[in-house]
């Protein structure tokens, strides 16, 4: 158990709707990134937020948005679903300094009909 | 970040030690270089990390060459939940700290 949760384990929906992923860190972590693995495919860095405020961007879509509130959980906001945003979607945090490992949690595992 | 080269897939018998190279060749003098693993669409899990110097810890040892353009990933006695894509990942130890991930090695520990 790495100490990071995410909820739902599985979401199923249709094109065009709405769904939010949640995260919550391990205990004192700042940092937050989210991941995106489409199918037997390799992890693609989405965004990453330090203590509330955005600290980088990847390969985010527009309609997809993200989040970290004062109690440092995170929520991820995918919007106008298609098809091709079937994916495993995965949350990391870590502690401050740079060369932290990242803990990941279980994911969520989105399939879009 | 550089970019990272390993072997689709590889072998190991179970009890065995496996050896997962990573070819990094265009690293640059602040590059860490960090294994993760990933057993079956569970969340990745972190191993071990090095910037030049050789290190170890109670799950694995990686041995970094003296030129840093390569290293490998030791994991001393394979056991069947050693089965997993592990990732080699180089990155700069900045304040981006996301991690750029490749295909990774699929690892196949047999009995």
């Known amino acids: 158990d790495s100490g990071v949760t995410q909820t739902p384990k599985h979401l199923i929906t249709a094109t065009g709707q709405r769904v939010t992923l949640r995260c919550s860190p391990r205990s004192g972590d700042l940092s937050v990134y989210w991941y995106q693995q489409s199918l037997d495919q390799g992890l693609q860095f989405l965004i990453q937020y330090y203590n509330g405020e955005e600290r980088a961007k990847g390969n985010i879509l527009e309609r997809f948005s993200a989040q970290q509130f004062p109690d440092l959980h995170s929520e991820l906001n995918l919007s106008s679903l298609e098809l091709g945003d079937s994916a495993l979607y995965f949350c990391?945090?870590?502690?401050?300094?740079?060369?932290?490992?990242?803990?990941f949690g279980p994911g969520t595992r989105l399939t879009v009909l | 970040d550089a970019k990272t080269t390993q072997p689709t897939s590889m072998d190991c018998a179970e009890g065995r030690a496996a050896n997962l190279p990573c070819n990094h060749s265009?690293?640059?003098?602040?590059?860490?270089v960090y294994w993760y693993r990933q057993i079956h669409s569970q969340g990745p899990q972190y191993i071990i990390h090095?910037?030049?110097?050789?290190e170890t810890n109670e799950m694995a040892s990686l041995i970094i060459t003296e030129d840093r353009k390569s290293s490998t990933l030791i994991l001393p006695h394979a056991t069947l939940r050693d089965t997993a894509v592990y990732y080699c990942?180089?990155?700069?130890?900045?304040?981006?700290?996301?991690?750029?991930w490749g295909a990774g090695t699929k690892l196949i520990i047999k009995p």
């Open positions: 990391a945090s870590s502690g401050p300094a740079g060369y932290n490992e990242q803990f």
């Open positions: 090095g910037l030049k110097n050789n």
């Open positions: 990942i180089v990155r700069v130890w900045d304040s981006n700290y996301q991690l750029i």
């Open positions: 265009t690293i640059s003098g602040n590059e860490y």
